[in-house]
């Protein structure tokens, strides 16, 4: 592969990986879609999910993603494992999924925020 974005597809991303990765990333943008209009951008080590910005980043592990949200505030949560500030109101929080049943009310609530956050 290229050095830039050139020639990077979603499908890779899923290469040598269990099948329930993908299962769970296809929920997961289902789920998404249901907000409105986004686009996948395949990154070398990542997809971003984008509204008119990037609202979420997914990157596929062996037998899990790891997903982190755009939010606007610190989301307290014991499935949240890494938070990080990036400016005065914008927040990147990762979420270990390791099935579509992760994907749930909780997960929802904060991707619409995000998907809003992002348009």
Same mark, same amino acid.
């Given at each position: 592969?290229?050095?830039? =974005? ?7 991303? @899923?290469?040598? /990986?269990?099948?329930?990765?993908? /299962? =769970?990333?296809? !929920?997961?943008?289902?789920?998404? /879609?249901? @907000?409105?209009?986004?686009?996948? !951008?395949? /990154? ?27 939010? #606007? ?27 579509? =049943? #992760?994907? #749930? #009310? !909780? ?13």
């Amino acid at each position: 592969m290229s050095s830039g =974005t050139q020639g990077l597809s979603v499908n890779a991303h @899923f290469l040598g /990986k269990d099948p329930v990765v993908r /299962k =769970t990333y296809d !929920e997961l943008l289902k789920t998404i /879609k249901r @907000f409105g209009k986004t686009v996948e !951008e395949p /990154k070398k080590t990542s997809i971003h999910i984008v509204n008119k910005s990037a609202l979420a980043g997914v990157a596929a592990r062996k037998a899990h993603l790891i997903l982190t949200i755009k939010s #606007d505030r610190k989301l307290l949560s014991s499935r949240i494992h890494r938070s990080e500030r990036t400016s005065s109101s914008r927040y990147h929080h990762e979420v270990k999924l390791s099935s579509p =049943t #992760d994907i #749930d #009310d !909780e997960l929802i609530g904060w991707l619409k925020a995000a998907y809003l956050l992002s348009g």
